[in-house]
């Protein structure tokens, strides 16, 4: 038996490339693919690849779609890790990786970053031509390091059909909380179906998305003072007093997102009230469908959906594309009445697996990676798929992306709470959302097991990933009377 050598990886077991190959999932780039299902499959990777394959003789790229088993906790993924036979590249969000980066499985970039991008004439730091670098500092694992790197942008918006709102006498998309509301009661009225959103992991995203929006409008204020551990100043710029799993561990345990919170209480009324006009059946409904054969008059989805909306020859009315507008104190006392904040940000997110150094091609992954890249290149992989915005500088955009980027300009959400939990607290916080939001319980009986939930889960990540609180304590013996006021007892 060879010697575990890594990770208790058998290097044998762990050698499972061929031809001196490095395995790619670069997501909806992978050669073959068809975003959104429409128009000729994307081959621009394997033209870049061939280039580079050419330059680079005896090495190959082999392209590679990972598994989905339908939902974002990655169990295959982590077996792949585990056995030392995952693609040398990967793409999944940053966060995901986060829990698992102490055993080894990802290979930090911060160092590959500092160095020269040689397909970049006169970059003398890869990480430099990245367009929103605070964006990529943003994606920094709880112990500094980068694991991921976020090549693209992804934004949501509200598309909608112009001439389904012109029927009931509105001319332009929304800009108030009020308004939004006003729009779906006479859409109802007409016997047509106000709102539905993205679909993709058996609940609708509306209630995961629009609870983190909601959140920031709500407790605008106050975030100053929340935000006990302020980002660093290399990811300030994008994440601007955002709540980290720790901070809102914290913050529970003080009363915070309790019955004792007010604003969470109203977060959860507002959302409950949004809900009555979102299309009836929320977990397994086709939103596209819905939206497409003019039968809901607003889609929340993301700039990937784009795509659809400008190849679909069938596509036979008028529409444009809104975001969620500002809650104002007609509708809440807590409303801060500022723009509603953005939901998006990193698309693909790349990661260099264990498999590139227990393969010994760690320098040609990073160099694929580089070459990428570069801005001819990536502007390449963007304009064919047209979905997500390139983020490196020098790669121009396509122009039908434009709403996309003119919404990520705004404030970035305060907290994105499914994603600050583990798998465990997450399954479940998401089936009786649904639960209370198709009326299986009360509020009260909601917000209850919501304590119950966050309970186990400060616990556990506490002990899991030691979160030390002391200093939070410190900052909050501060602050702590101004937020106590704003808690009931």
Not at 81 to 108: F, H, S
Not at 279 to 294: C, G, Q, S, V
Not at 394 to 410: K, N, S, T, V, Y
Request: hydrophobic content about 40%; glycine content about 6%.
């Amino acid at each position: 038996m060879a010697i575990a050598w890594m990770a208790g990886i058998p290097k044998a077991q762990a050698d499972t490339s061929s031809e001196n190959a490095i395995r790619a999932d670069l997501n909806l780039y992978t050669p073959g693919t068809i975003p959104q299902g429409i128009g000729e499959p994307v081959k621009a990777a394997q033209d870049l690849a061939d280039i580079w394959e050419e330059a680079h003789r005896g090495k190959k790229i082999r392209f590679q779609q990972l598994v989905s088993a339908g939902n974002s906790e990655g169990e295959w993924l982590k077996t792949q890790l585990l056995g030392g036979v995952a693609p040398e590249i990967i793409n999944q969000n940053a966060e995901v990786a986060w829990p698992d980066v102490d055993k080894g499985w990802y290979v930090p970039l911060d160092e590959y970053l500092e160095k020269p991008n040689p397909y970049v004439p006169g970059n003398t730091h890869w990480i430099d031509i990245f367009k929103n670098k605070a964006l990529i500092n943003a994606k920094r694992a709880p112990n500094g390091k980068l694991y991921g790197l976020s090549i693209d942008i992804v934004e949501t918006g509200v598309f909608y059909n112009k001439d389904i709102l012109e029927f009931v006498g509105v001319s332009q998309f929304p800009k108030t909380w009020e308004e939004m509301i006003e729009l779906c009661k006479k859409l109802q009225q007409k016997d047509i179906t106000p709102f539905t959103a993205e679909c993709p992991i058996g609940s609708t995203l509306a209630s995961d998305w629009g609870q983190d929006i909601i959140f920031e409008m709500l407790y605008h204020s106050i975030l100053k003072d929340m935000d006990l551990i302020p980002s660093s100043s290399a990811a300030e710029a994008y994440l601007d007093h955002y709540l980290e799993p720790s901070e809102a561990g914290f913050l529970f345990t003080k009363g915070f997102f309790t019955k004792s919170d007010p604003r969470w209480r109203e977060m959860h009324r507002i959302l409950k009230d949004w809900r009555r006009y979102w299309a009836k059946e929320i977990k397994n409904t086709d939103p596209i469908r819905l939206f497409l054969t003019k039968r809901v008059a607003m889609y929340w989805t993301g700039s990937w959906f784009i795509r659809r909306m400008t190849t679909d020859p069938y596509i036979d009315f008028r529409w444009g594309i809104g975001y969620i507008p500002a809650i104002t104190s007609e509708t809440s006392p807590y409303a801060s009445g500022t723009p509603a904040t953005v939901i998006g940000g990193a698309a693909i997110q790349l990661h260099v697996t264990n498999s590139a150094m227990l393969n010994g091609n760690l320098d040609d992954c990073m160099d694929f990676l580089m070459y990428i890249t570069a801005p001819k290149n990536l502007e390449q992989l963007t304009s064919e798929a047209k979905v997500y915005i390139p983020n490196v500088e020098g790669a121009r955009m396509q122009p039908d992306l434009q709403p996309f980027e003119d919404i990520f300009q705004r404030r970035y959400c305060a907290i994105k709470w499914l994603d600050s939990m583990d798998g465990r607290y997450k399954k479940e916080w998401r089936r009786m959302m649904d639960d209370w939001l198709n009326d299986g319980i009360t509020l009260e009986e909601y917000l209850g097991i919501l304590e119950q939930n966050f309970a186990g889960w400060a616990a556990s990540h506490m002990k899991e990933n030691e979160w030390d609180f002391s200093k939070m304590e410190t900052v909050w013996q501060e602050r702590g009377v101004r937020l106590a006021s704003e808690l009931k007892n």
